[in-house]
């Protein structure tokens, strides 16, 4: 019985060790992330944002470019085939 009180106590001991260990790693490794992962995310999101605006603007610029062809198309057209009076 005395041996396996005292066994269980050097376990737990060791457990308790470990237990802070992991403990100290877990402290340390959220330090790393604020440290190193947030910026990376945060300059991620600022280079997002600037890709949805060059996008957005690009859009504009297709839609644009859509219409201008679609008049030009139409004035060919015209002139190719004239509409009777």
């Not at 457990?15 to 910026?39: F, G, H, M, W, Y």
């Not at 300059?43 to 219409?67: C, F, P």
Request: charged fraction near 40%; avoid cysteine.
């Amino acid at each position: 019985m005395q041996e396996d009180k005292k066994r269980q106590e050097d376990e737990l001991k060791m457990q308790a060790v470990e237990n802070a260990r992991l403990k100290d790693e877990n402290e340390s490794l959220v330090k790393e992330k604020d440290t190193i992962l947030s910026p990376k995310l945060e300059l991620a999101a600022n280079v997002m944002d600037q890709l949805k605006s060059e996008n957005h603007d690009l859009k504009r610029i297709s839609d644009h470019q859509i219409i201008r062809l679609d008049a030009l198309t139409e004035k060919i057209v015209n002139i190719l085939y004239p509409r009777p009076y």
